[in-house]
């Protein structure tokens, strides 16, 4: 998922949004614990989309804070 595609979202679909990709994560690693992962660097992916998500909520309430 692209930054940019992240930053036109809302609090609210943010935070929901992260909430959907640690669920995913979590399957994903217990998939990985079972053996049935294909692809390893899905954990790797969903974990930056994760820290993307959480660095554009904090940059706005940092903004937020700044502005007023």
Known sequence: ???KELREMTNDELNAKIKELKQELFN?????????LTNPMQLV?????????KTILTERE???KASK
């Open 1 to 3: 998922m692209k930054a």
């Open 28 to 36: 994903l690693r217990f998939s990985h614990a079972t053996g049935q």
């Open 45 to 53: 992916a969903v974990k930056k989309d994760i820290a993307k998500a």
């Open 62 to 64: 940092l903004n937020n």
